[in-house]
């Protein structure tokens, strides 16, 4: 996981002065569920998946432009579920649809006292992403120079869940064919198979650096005997949580133990860790904004990560990360490790490397199938979001063509309308 580099200038469009000065004016919002199948089920020392299984939030203003956001659950981490996640998020998007046209500051403020507290704060961060994507799209900029412009590119870690030492292995040689440096292990649940795992990765990825991540699973005593019995035979063991600095020379970082800014304030104040493991689905954007502006004062050091997330929430916190050249350690890889991918456009992926391009706002959709229906008849009246037009008009041509099993080519609503398309080819 490598640090971002700062570009020599900046261009920033003043994320702080929109918050007072944008008016934000809802037509429609909506949740959905989100579920995409991992390639291999993913293990860490508190759960196992099979698939993620979260909750995607779209919201429309009146301008015509939308955005997009994404309320990841990790069962044992975040406090929500998927079904409460969703019983949630209809509540905010119900609560936007009703509310008068107020400032961006504000109506994030009213979405911070729906979904309050960490017990809420995956949705917060989901509902939060969709009305941020809308408002960058709506003023014709890219997030991540919304968020100070200093980059448009991340390098990532990439993570290997609680496997055995030969499935280690293999995924680690095959990581580092790939690019990736820095190896992100999960940890935790067996401290005797957890150091033959690192044994084995080392063998196959000789320089590549680690993070460990325990989840909670080991107490004090047993992380210092990881690094006791791996110390001596590893040269340039570069970044373990939850171990002695001082003795080891490595750094900690607070993850679960930092929920909030009265968290971040107490692990700065009493040196409780050297970095802080910044994630929307823990404390939401603003929440995140908040801790950054703190970390930057003290000089703690900041890493970004995420549960597991497709790639519109990490595509989120990536635009932030590039945007703000703030963090030294990022670990947005789990995209990369779903069977399928739902988001259209987006992002672009080389390797370890994430490249942000300049299309408005986050720069990838979903694609939902009645919001292609509405297309039909909302697109000469301006109420589809630019960035959407290409894939549904290409979706809805293939409808009036017949190459689609959703509908006959001969409702009545698709002949009137196909005559008025030009279709655009899919990218």
Not at 63 to 74: D, M, Q, S, T
Not at 201 to 218: M, S, T, V, W
Request: glycine share 8%; aromatic share 8%; charged share 20%.
């Amino acid at each position: 996981m490598a640090a971002t580099t700062p570009a020599a200038t900046t261009s920033s469009f003043g994320f702080k002065n929109l918050m007072d000065t944008f008016t934000v004016d809802v037509h429609r919002a909506e949740n959905r569920l989100l579920n995409v199948p991992l390639i291999e089920p993913f293990t860490i020392a508190s759960s196992r998946m099979e698939r993620v299984e979260n909750v995607a939030i779209r919201i429309e203003l009146r301008n015509g432009c939308a955005g997009w956001g994404e309320a990841p659950i990790l069962p044992f981490v975040t406090a929500e579920d998927q079904s409460m996640a969703m019983s949630k998020a209809t509540e905010a998007c119900e609560f936007l649809k009703l509310s008068p046209a107020m400032t961006m500051g504000s109506v994030l403020a009213e979405i911070g006292g729906i979904l309050s507290g960490y017990e809420y704060a995956s949705v917060r961060a989901g509902v939060e992403m969709a009305m941020i994507d809308a408002v960058a799209t709506s003023i014709g900029v890219p997030l991540w120079r919304l968020f100070g412009g200093v980059s448009n590119t991340i390098t990532t870690d990439i993570t290997i869940p609680i496997v055995s030492p030969a499935e280690a292995a293999e995924l680690a040689a095959k990581y580092c064919k790939q690019g990736f440096k820095t190896l992100k292990l999960k940890v935790g649940k067996n401290l005797k198979a957890d150091i033959e795992v690192l044994q084995a990765i080392r063998g196959a990825h000789p320089e590549c650096l680690f993070i460990l991540d325990a989840n909670e699973g080991y107490k004090a005593k047993e992380a210092i005997e990881v690094l006791d019995q791996l110390h001596d035979d590893w040269e340039g063991l570069g970044h373990v949580t939850q171990i002695a600095k001082d003795k080891y020379g490595v750094s900690t970082a607070a993850d679960e133990s930092c929920r909030n800014l009265v968290d971040a304030k107490k692990i700065v104040q009493e040196k409780l860790a050297d970095v802080i493991n910044i994630k929307l689905a823990k404390v939401g954007v603003v929440g995140a904004l908040e801790i950054i502006e703190l970390a930057r004062a003290s000089g703690i050091h900041m890493m970004i990560g995420g549960m597991v997330e497709t790639r519109l929430a990490m595509g989120f916190a990536g635009h932030l990360a590039a945007g703000m050249g703030c963090f030294k350690f990022i670990d947005l890889d789990t995209p990369l490790l779903l069977l399928e991918d739902p988001v259209h456009e987006g992002y672009e992926v080389s390797g370890a490397v994430y490249r942000f391009t300049n299309a408005r706002g986050h720069g990838g959709f979903l694609h939902w199938d009645n919001i292609a229906w509405y297309f039909v008849y909302a697109n000469n009246t301006d109420l589809c979001a630019d960035t959407e037009i290409g894939f549904f008009q290409a979706y809805v041509w293939n409808l009036c063509q017949g190459t689609s099993p959703r509908q006959s080519p001969s409702d009545p609503l698709l002949q009137s309308k196909s005559q008025s398309y030009t279709p655009h080819p899919q990218k």
